[in-house]
């Protein structure tokens, strides 16, 4: 009987050894019970560097399905007025993007851009760090939780209710409108002749002051509003340093 205990230990071992051998040598995602990672892609259809960045996110979603990773894509507008306007700009996405400078103190702002949970950020196409400071975060304990419910549809505003629980002290609760696919025949600017595919694109973001451990809110859609193509992912933020403590996404139907 010892003999056996000890085979099924070895064995044990063994499929261990080999599942951390095929981990550290598969480039697919992997995720535990523990963290989550809100990735923010600062981005452009007149910038020519944008399309990579755009791709590596659009696999990093595929990937993600059912996983506690939530993408973003803030269409800047500062790159309009050199030959194309790009119709899911904002200057409201720019702000928050030179707010993200402020809290990392850097010099300037730039595309393609990342920021991961608002404390990481590098070039944009570079995905191989995408996916390391992914993994690092899954790994990381969540410091706040978020559930959205009820939510109604009310012309031409989504109406819900919203509970957090966790360190949620001078923070503010996030709510984003996200389109989760588009695409663009640019015909001017540095991609003129492209067609261009995003996914996971921000069509409002509105923000909750979190005066308690629940409440409701509302956010305004966008123009050609789709519910069965969008979503919203909602994350609290620390007004503070930008850290982001908490997400998660819900349908609209």
Avoid at 77 to 98: E, H, T
Avoid at 106 to 123: A, C, K
Wanted: charged content about 20%; hydrophobic content about 40%.
């Amino acid at each position: 009987m010892k003999s056996i205990k000890i085979l099924t230990m070895t064995a044990t071992v063994v499929i261990l050894a080999l599942s951390s051998f095929t981990y550290k040598h598969n480039n697919k995602l992997s995720v535990t019970d523990k963290g989550f990672a809100v990735v923010e892609l600062f981005t452009s259809e007149g910038c020519s560097s944008c399309p990579p960045a755009d791709a590596v996110v659009a696999k990093i979603e595929k990937e993600s399905v059912g996983k506690p990773i939530y993408i973003l894509a803030f269409h800047v507008d500062y790159w309009n007025r050199l030959g194309w306007k790009d119709a899911f700009s904002s200057a409201a996405y720019s702000q928050r993007q030179n707010q993200y400078a402020r809290w990392l103190n850097l010099s300037s702002v730039y595309t393609p851009q990342i920021v991961v949970n608002g404390r990481t950020e590098f070039v944009g196409s570079e995905e191989g760090t995408l996916r390391n400071a992914i993994k690092t975060n899954l790994t990381r304990n969540a410091l706040a939780q978020i559930s959205i419910s009820d939510i109604k549809i009310n012309q031409n505003k989504a109406e819900l209710q919203y509970q957090t629980q966790g360190e949620t002290a001078n923070s503010v609760l996030l709510l984003a409108v996200v389109q989760k696919s588009a695409q663009t025949k640019v015909e001017r600017g540095e991609n003129a002749g492209h067609t261009l595919s995003h996914v996971q694109i921000v069509r409002g973001i509105e923000s909750i002051s979190l005066k308690g451990d629940k409440g409701s809110a509302s956010i305004e859609l966008p123009r050609g509003f789709d519910m069965h193509e969008s979503e919203i992912i909602a994350f609290v933020q620390n007004t503070s340093n930008g850290e982001i403590t908490g997400a998660t996404k819900t349908a609209f139907n």
